[in-house]
């Protein structure tokens, strides 16, 4: 199982500040992001992590790069169309894990990450990941908090030509819609922390 990580959007609501390189303990939350991801998939049987970049690419990945280092367990593919929104992101992710897998005749399963959930945990990832291996019969998986949706969620890898298919301008809602979903509760609100702007990012490092 893959992960594709976003990490192209603009942060409109942070003003001039990017907050996937603002300060997470002591490296940017973009960093922080695909360390824990990078350590998820280093755990998952035939992993790999794609991360997708788009608006100031080349300063994201100089600071994922400046900490992680360089590791043939994950890749870098750049969005273009990032101003188009977030699930242009996915797609560009997508397209990079056909090319990872030509010649192969069953699309692998992935997980759909954010880049601005700092909070999340490797463990978080590995009970997605476990409850996936358990139940083959939901199309996607994804975490809720007192009914609240969440990320990380996992993908049936048969959809991946589904989601080429979509239009840039599609939420994640649309992809799942009319599918067989399976929402599992989870006990921290780590999956549904995100943030948009200076007061929320003020919250979730306090």
């Known amino acids: ?12 609501r942070m003003g001039a500040e990017n907050k996937l390189l603002m300060e997470w303990e002591d490296r940017t939350v973009v960093s922080h992001c695909v360390e824990v991801a990078l350590e998820a998939v280093e755990k998952i049987y035939n992993g790999r992590l794609v991360v997708v970049t788009g608006y100031e690419s080349d300063k994201v990945r ?13 890749v870098f593919i750049e969005n273009k169309d990032f101003e188009k929104g977030q699930f242009s992101s996915l797609k560009r992710g997508i397209q990079c894990l056909g090319m990872l897998d030509v ?19 490797v463990n978080d990832y590995l009970k997605l990941y476990d ?17 609240i949706p969440g990320h990380p969620v996992v993908c049936r890898g048969k959809y991946r030509p589904l989601v080429l298919e979509m239009d840039s301008s599609c939420k994640m809602k649309n992809l799942l819609d009319e599918k067989k979903v399976r929402e599992i509760e989870w006990l921290n609100d780590s999956v549904i922390r995100d943030f948009d702007t200076k007061l929320q990012y003020k919250e979730i490092i306090s």
Not at 62 to 74: E, L, Q, R
Not at 131 to 147: A, C, H, T
């Open 62 to 74: 100089t600071a994922i790069k400046n900490t992680v280092g360089m590791n043939p367990n994950y």
């Open 103 to 121: 010649g192969k005749e069953k699309f692998s399963d992935f997980i759909v990450a954010l880049s601005d959930m700092p909070k999340l945990t």
């Open 131 to 147: 409850f996936s291996l358990k139940d083959r019969e939901s199309d996607f998986i994804r975490p809720v908090l007192s009914g």
């Open 1 to 12: 199982m893959d992960i594709v990580l976003l990490a192209a959007g603009m942060s409109k």
